[in-house]
């Protein structure tokens, strides 16, 4: 009877259901992440394994370590830096230093600035003249013309004042004079044509400028801006003699 026991028993083993139980590995840490009112941060908790587990085993419960994550301005690892309650160091974020408003800007701005050609009047006018005549030309544009512009978040008024005008007279000749010329009879600006023919006149005009930062004083822009004028054509003629009667 010996067999049959033996044989019932062995099914038994057989049958009974088996349990496998994964080794865990060592402990991973316990990730968590935050914001907080200086930027994002980030903590690590190293879990503790259990009591008789393996080595290093120790009671008590797990202690949180010093952040893993330290986003924000580059001050982290100062030295003592303090902790809040929950073990997290804020880092204040990164320390930019302003922009500083330079004269290099300054000249930019007024160099972009969209100042007009001054314009040009010619006397005789429509366009014709005589040779050898004293052909008059002078300019109304010499107002100083003012704007305001924001620079690196600075309020900065530029001036720009017609300071020297170049004047082509379209055969070659030209000249320059800070005088802005004069209407007849004050002729202060005046060409003589030696030749008949067909000319391009034209006036070029060269701005200083000065600015000030909101209100500041005022300060001399290093440089000028010169403007080139349109050309107006103009014809000389030879004057014809005629008799009226004497």
């Not at 503790?48 to 690892?77: D, V």
Request: glycine share 10%.
């Amino acid at each position: 009877m010996r067999c049959p026991l033996m044989l019932a028993s062995m099914i038994v083993l057989m049958c009974w259901p088996l349990q496998v139980v994964a080794d865990p590995g060592p402990p991973q840490p316990d990730v968590t992440t935050g914001a907080g009112r200086n930027g994002f941060w980030g903590t690590a908790q190293q879990q503790k394994p259990p009591s008789g587990s393996g080595a290093n085993a120790s009671s008590g419960s797990a202690t949180r370590g010093t952040p893993e994550i330290r986003l924000g301005n580059a001050t982290c690892g100062e030295p003592n830096q303090a902790a809040d309650a929950a073990g997290v160091i804020y880092c204040p974020g990164p320390t930019t230093e302003p922009e500083v408003l330079t004269v290099a800007d300054i000249q930019r701005a007024f160099a972009e600035l969209p100042l007009p050609a001054s314009t040009l009047v010619i006397q005789p006018p429509d366009g014709l003249t005589l040779v050898n005549f004293a052909t008059n030309f002078y300019t109304t544009s010499t107002s100083t013309i003012s704007t305001t512009v924001s620079l690196l978040g600075q309020e900065v008024t530029l001036e720009a004042t017609p300071a020297t005008f170049h004047w082509y007279f379209g055969d070659g000749e030209s000249t320059s004079t800070r005088k802005p010329g004069a209407p007849y009879p004050d002729l202060t600006i005046t060409h003589h044509y030696q030749r008949k023919g067909d000319y391009l006149p034209s006036l070029t005009t060269t701005y200083t400028g000065r600015y000030k930062i909101a209100d500041g004083p005022w300060h001399t822009i290093p440089g000028t801006v010169t403007i080139d004028g349109t050309t107006q054509p103009l014809r000389a003629i030879e004057a014809q003699p005629k008799l009226v009667g004497y």
